[in-house]
């Protein structure tokens, strides 16, 4: 396995204020790295939604919680981890119950389309419940496939 080349960690309250602290530091880190506007538009916002359950669903009422967030720089992918300590929850329950199942999206479970988009937008989503709450996201760099193309012409269009 590819040792990380750097490590990032950050620790914030879990509150709605800083999930806009996150999105700009893995953004910064993302462009650092060579993704595409998309791509890192897909990591901001699979980020957000595994940070705001974190916020909305982790702690109980005057519960005072944090998230931590980890980010392995890889030379072929970023990988992010979103960590609480809160109240666990059964994945695999809400996995199965959908997210969309043929509802409508009024009739969704709250959290199931999150975590749908979180799968949806990032290479590989790992999530484990134990204690607390941990949400492992891999995005790779697809940055050889550019290169590859990089000094090709196009072929003369023929009539």
Aim: with cysteine; aromatic share 6%.
């Amino acid at each position: 396995m590819n040792k990380a080349s750097d490590f990032i960690e950050l620790t914030l309250p879990a509150k709605a204020d800083y999930v806009g602290v996150v999105r700009l530091t893995i953004s910064g880190v993302a462009n650092r790295m060579g993704f595409s506007f998309d791509e890192i538009e897909d990591i901001k916002i699979a980020v957000s939604e595994a940070c705001t359950n974190a916020v909305n669903h982790a702690y109980k009422g005057a519960e005072e919680g944090q998230i931590r967030i980890g980010c392995g720089v890889y030379d072929n992918r970023l990988e992010i981890m979103v960590v609480d300590r809160g109240k666990s929850f059964d994945y695999d329950t809400l996995n199965q119950l959908g997210p969309v199942n043929g509802k409508s999206i009024d009739q969704l479970n709250e959290g199931g389309l999150g975590l749908f988009l979180i799968e949806s937008l990032m290479d590989k989503v790992e999530i484990s419940g134990d204690e607390g709450v941990i949400v492992m996201m891999t995005k790779y760099l697809h940055r050889d496939e550019v290169e590859e193309n990089v000094d090709r012409t196009s072929p003369a269009p023929t009539q």
